[in-house]
């Protein structure tokens, strides 16, 4: 007999999710296991690709986000080093 598929099954459970996992680890383990075909260990990674995907949730630097900026650098750089 075959059973019926509860109405709170997803994708999400049918990898091994639990239900209410943190949004965004969930998605970069989704998009990781469609591109790569297998589950990235996020709490201990081990490979480079995992490694990537860790520094995306947890390593929040700002002082990167300031450095991508091209306004904000200006700001950091010294007056006297200004090269116009």
Known sequence: MI????RT???????GFPLRADGARLRVKMIFFWRHGYLPDLD???LFNEW???RKL???DLGLAALTDNCM???M???GSDRN
């Open 3 to 6: 059973r019926p598929v509860p």
């Open 9 to 15: 099954f997803s994708l999400a459970m049918a990898l």
């Open 44 to 46: 201990a990674p081990r």
């Open 52 to 54: 990537v995907q860790w």
């Open 58 to 60: 947890y390593d929040r």
């Open 73 to 75: 650098q200006k700001l």
């Open 77 to 79: 750089l010294p007056s």
